[in-house]
């Protein structure tokens, strides 16, 4: 069953999210691990000292092309649309912006996705089970990180063995305090980083401007996942959401007039978002409750659902049952959703070009993809349920589609 011509395909290894690593690298060492953009072509210079990679969490291209007019983009030296990795998701995005990796490779693909050694669903970047309030809760049953995520950074220790200074500034609340680092998926990932946290999006900034200060040659990696948090509380239209947008972007701006010249500074995204609604939410085990019975169970007995999300719901099924759920799913969700084999998608190239036995090992078999505002879900009360009035993780241009703002001090 091919995919509708109405999905924004991910561009791997060209003007797409995993190239922005080796770009970044190409830029600061003069040569690139895996796929970078073509430097003229994006009006980046042919080397530079100090980069700045700001991360923009949700700020896809139509919030761009919304916010145009900023005096922040008449500074740039080019604004161009690439693409989001599929699925398009934070936790995706996070893991291949501190690796290096693209999700081909590490395998991170989702918020909830399944763990093989534990036969369970799990939220990575939470590093708990699938569904748990707290945090960390892995740690208590002895599963180490490493088996989630990857062994550190390549691509931070490769920055470092040519004197460039990786700076990680994010949040302070992702900081993991000693105590909780061996359950800190951010102790791992940027473990060969600076780590400075910030309290507000001006500390943000203000923190970027003292490392460039600092740091003869730096990488400074500033997430921002403030927007983001807004969109999925109150929908992506939202006045709160087009205020937050307007005033992160002058602190930017303000920022980037305080750089040392010379400074490259990137603006992108690690995905858009797209509306949905609680009360409009389809739940496929509502919809079709024979639906359990074709699906695999976890070790705590319970059907392997929800990985992914509510706009890439992945559902893993009984051998011999994928091509019967994919189908009795189309037929249900018609105008709706559209239900694949994750292994057609795959051999389509959309995971990346040859995805890794990692991936392979995680993903299920068939995914429901949403058309434009609709939801698709798994319930389970109290544990699974879909409150949210923006999201993402699909194939939808609103989803898929993000920018590359090139600036220079």
Known sequence: MPLAQHWRVPDSGGRCFDALPGTVEALLTGSAHGPALDHPAFGLPARADRVALVYFDAFGWRFLERHGDHPLFRRARTVERITSQFPSTT?????????????????????FVLEPTLDRLIAPLLFAFAGDRERGTLGAVGLPLRAV???????????????????????????????????????????????????????????????????????????????????????????????????????????????????????????????????????????????????????????????????????????????????????????????????????????????????????AEVVVLPLHGEAVYWHEPGRFEQRFLGQHGGLTPDEMDIPLVVLEA
């Open 91 to 111: 936790a995706a995005h996070v893991t291949t912006i501190h690796t290096g990796l693209p999700l081909a490779e590490h395998g991170v693909y989702e918020w």
């Open 149 to 363: 995520f990857p062994d550190g950074s390549p691509f931070y220790r490769r920055l470092g063995a040519a004197d460039v200074a990786p700076v990680v500034i994010q949040p302070s609340a992702f900081n993991p305090l000693p105590a909780t680092a061996h359950v800190a998926p951010t102790a791992l990932l940027a473990a060969e980083a600076t780590l400075a946290g910030f309290s507000t999006i001006d500390e943000a900034f203000e923190q970027l401007v003292a490392a460039a200060t600092r740091e003869p040659r730096l990488f400074a990696n500033v997430y921002l996942p403030h927007v983001d948090e807004l969109m999925h509380q109150h929908g992506p239209d939202h006045a709160f959401v087009d205020e937050a947008i307007e005033w992160t972007l002058d602190l930017l701006d303000e920022a980037v007039g305080r750089l040392p010249a010379g400074t490259v500074v990137l603006l992108t995204a690690d995905h858009g978002m797209a509306p949905v609604s609680p009360e409009a939410t389809v739940y496929v085990n509502q919809l079709w409750p024979e639906l359990s019975g074709l699906l695999r169970s976890g070790a705590d007995g319970k059907p392997l659902a929800p990985a992914g999300s509510c706009r890439d719901l992945f559902l893993h099924t009984l051998p011999g049952q994928a091509e019967a759920v994919r189908d009795g799913l189309a037929q249900r969700l018609q105008g709706i959703a559209e239900a694949h084999l994750t292994a057609d998608l795959a051999a389509g190239g959309l995971f990346g070009p040859s995805p890794s036995e990692r991936l392979l090992a995680r993903l």
